[in-house]
């Protein structure tokens, strides 16, 4: 099969790999849409030890099951792979098992290739009606409906008369204001320093956008997502979030810096860092996409997995404006699967 291979620092090529051989508990998946991720980009840029070259990056996809009983099943895939044993898994806080392992990162290769294959469990049959490449998006928009869940939850506000901010355009911070909205927020911002992004999030999402300067003007916020994790997005964030407000913390830019701790102690804001989502988060978001929770999803660029080394770049350098890019695998060589 061909696999999009992260060989080194800002370096992928588009190579042939053996197709993965299922276990008994798993499926092969021909992946027909695969997302490229914050955390592809990290490792892409070498900033992520946990992913070492080589390695076939993504962890975002879709796409039909090809053997078995269930061949032909179109497909989600829940990229965590978690031990259901643990008191974690067993309590549903299946994302903080300690012996969770996702694809894309080592011993687990990713979906940026034609093939994936994953335990049964993990995938989640995709309506008929439902383009894949939205299908795909499950994922990233699973981080921002189980951080907002938190939220809310810590809250303890009636959603309708919650006043919240979203840090980022990207696809954490857009998906986490789209979840905002699908779980019964009314009131959403997004604050985005890319004047181009700026844009076409305005255009194409129907929400509020603001630059960084007109943040100053806003009031505080009850609820404020960072989908960045920079120590200027942290800063930001405790500075504009209400006394009593919730900070959510998703973003993995940078580990240190940002935040007023002073401000957030006298003011008793709450702080909630969240990693990925449980399984229900998971399952919760597919079902919201296939109940069209989200509105229209015009906010991706769809790419051939062959020009995906382009596509790092060209996310590299700042050009997409799209939030989310989806790489399509060609499948195109009767030699490379089933």
Same mark, same amino acid.
């Given at each position: 099969?061909?696999?999009?291979?992260?060989?080194? +620092?800002?370096?992928?090529?588009?190579?042939?790999?053996p197709?993965?051989?299922?276990?008994?508990?798993?499926?092969?998946?021909?992946?027909?849409?695969?997302?490229?991720?914050?955390?592809?980009?990290?490792?892409?840029?070498?900033?992520?030890?946990?992913?070492?070259?080589?390695?076939?990056?993504?962890?975002?996809?879709?796409?039909?099951? +090809?053997?078995?009983?269930?061949?032909?099943?179109?497909?989600?895939?829940n990229?965590?792979?978690?031990?259901?044993?643990c008191?974690?898994?067993?309590?549903?806080?299946?994302?903080?098992?300690?012996?969770?392992?996702?694809?894309?990162?080592?011993?687990?290769?990713?979906?940026?290739?034609e093939?994936?294959a994953?335990?049964?469990?993990?995938?989640?049959?995709?309506?008929?009606?439902?383009?894949?490449?939205?299908?795909?998006?499950?994922?990233?928009?699973?981080c921002?409906?189980?951080?907002?869940?938190?939220?809310?939850?810590?809250?303890?506000?009636?959603?309708?008369?919650?006043r919240?901010?979203?840090?980022?355009?990207?696809a954490?911070?857009? %998906?986490s204001?789209?979840?905002?909205?699908?779980?019964?927020?009314?009131?959403?911002?997004?604050?985005?320093a890319? +004047?181009?992004?700026? +844009?076409?999030?305005?255009?194409?999402? %129907?929400?509020?956008?603001?630059?960084?300067?007109?943040?100053?003007?806003?009031?505080? =916020?009850?609820?404020?997502?960072?989908?960045?994790? &920079?120590?200027?997005?942290?800063?930001?964030?405790?500075?504009?979030?209400?006394? %009593?407000?919730?900070?959510?913390?998703?973003?993995?830019?940078?580990?240190?810096?940002?935040?007023?701790?002073?401000?957030?102690?006298?003011?008793?804001?709450? &702080?909630?860092?969240?990693?990925?989502?449980?399984?229900?988060? &998971?399952?919760?978001?597919?079902?919201?996409? =296939?109940?069209?929770?989200?509105?229209?999803?015009?906010?991706?660029?769809?790419?051939?997995?062959?020009? %995906?080394?382009?596509? =790092?770049?060209?996310?590299?350098?700042?050009?997409?404006?799209?939030?989310?890019?989806?790489?399509?695998?060609?499948?195109?060589?009767?030699?490379?699967?089933?």
């Amino acid at each position: 099969m061909k696999a999009l291979i992260y060989t080194g +620092v800002e370096t992928l090529e588009y190579q042939n790999v053996p197709i993965p051989c299922p276990s008994e508990d798993q499926e092969l998946v021909r992946v027909l849409a695969s997302g490229i991720c914050g955390s592809d980009m990290h490792a892409y840029l070498g900033h992520d030890e946990r992913r070492p070259a080589p390695l076939i990056l993504g962890h975002e996809a879709a796409g039909v099951v +090809v053997e078995g009983p269930n061949a032909g099943r179109r497909v989600t895939i829940n990229p965590l792979v978690t031990c259901g044993i643990c008191t974690f898994c067993t309590s549903g806080r299946t994302n903080l098992c300690a012996k969770r392992q996702i694809i894309s990162m080592p011993p687990r290769e990713g979906a940026l290739a034609e093939y994936v294959a994953m335990p049964r469990s993990n995938l989640i049959t995709v309506p008929d009606n439902i383009p894949l490449e939205h299908a795909a998006l499950a994922e990233p928009l699973a981080c921002g409906w189980h951080g907002v869940r938190l939220g809310i939850g810590a809250l303890g506000l009636p959603t309708s008369d919650i006043r919240s901010l979203a840090i980022g355009g990207g696809a954490i911070g857009l %998906g986490s204001a789209l979840c905002l909205v699908a779980q019964g927020v009314q009131d959403v911002t997004i604050v985005e320093a890319n +004047v181009a992004r700026r +844009v076409f999030l305005t255009q194409n999402t %129907g929400l509020k956008v603001i630059s960084p300067d007109e943040l100053e003007a806003e009031a505080p =916020f009850d609820m404020i997502v960072d989908g960045v994790g &920079f120590a200027g997005t942290r800063d930001a964030a405790s500075a504009h979030t209400r006394s %009593g407000g919730v900070i959510i913390h998703i973003g993995l830019g940078e580990n240190t810096g940002g935040l007023d701790i002073r401000r957030m102690t006298l003011q008793e804001i709450t &702080f909630i860092g969240t990693y990925t989502y449980t399984a229900n988060d &998971f399952n919760q978001t597919a079902q919201a996409i =296939f109940d069209n929770r989200f509105g229209e999803i015009n906010w991706i660029e769809k790419r051939p997995l062959s020009e %995906g080394a382009n596509a =790092f770049k060209d996310i590299r350098s700042g050009k997409v404006e799209a939030p989310k890019t989806i790489l399509i695998p060609e499948h195109n060589n009767p030699d490379t699967g089933p």
